[in-house]
């Protein structure tokens, strides 16, 4: 089992920027592909970016290309996500996610445990 627990979330405004982490326990985090997914009001959740073990190998939605970066420390078993540049689209909850394997990064059914979300509003 493992626990996923996010922070960093909160109120910005448009063009700022934002540091989410997810920490986890239970498990070493190297064992687990890493996601962050996100779901707005009356929406479905979608991929935004993921990361693979070593932390080289990325992918990210095309709607944060540039302005979002995911990575790792297995360190201190946490998941990052800097969030440069927000609009008021990227409103949601923020979700981290761990798979240990994965065929698509994208697909959210494919990762085995969830955090409870962090709450991410950006006003314009």
């Known amino acids: 089992q493992v626990q996923l627990v996010e922070s960093g979330g909160g109120l910005v405004q448009a063009g700022g920027s934002l540091r989410l982490s997810c920490a986890a326990s239970?498990?070493?985090?190297?064992?687990?592909?890493m996601g962050w997914f996100r779901q707005a009001p009356g929406k479905e959740r979608e991929f935004v970016a993921a990361?693979?073990?070593?932390?080289?190998?990325?992918n990210y939605a095309d709607s944060v290309k540039g302005r979002f970066t995911i990575s790792r420390d297995n360190a201190k078993n946490t998941v990052y996500l800097q969030m440069n540049s927000l609009k008021p689209e990227d409103t949601a909850a923020y979700y981290c996610?761990?798979?240990?394997?994965?065929?698509?990064?994208?697909?959210?059914?494919?990762?085995?445990?969830w955090g409870q979300g962090t709450q991410v509003t950006v006003s314009s």
């Open positions: 239970g498990r070493t985090l190297s064992s687990y592909v």
């Open positions: 996610a761990a798979a240990l394997s994965t065929y698509r990064l994208s697909n959210p059914s494919e990762y085995n445990y």
């Open positions: 990361v693979k073990w070593t932390g080289l190998v990325t």
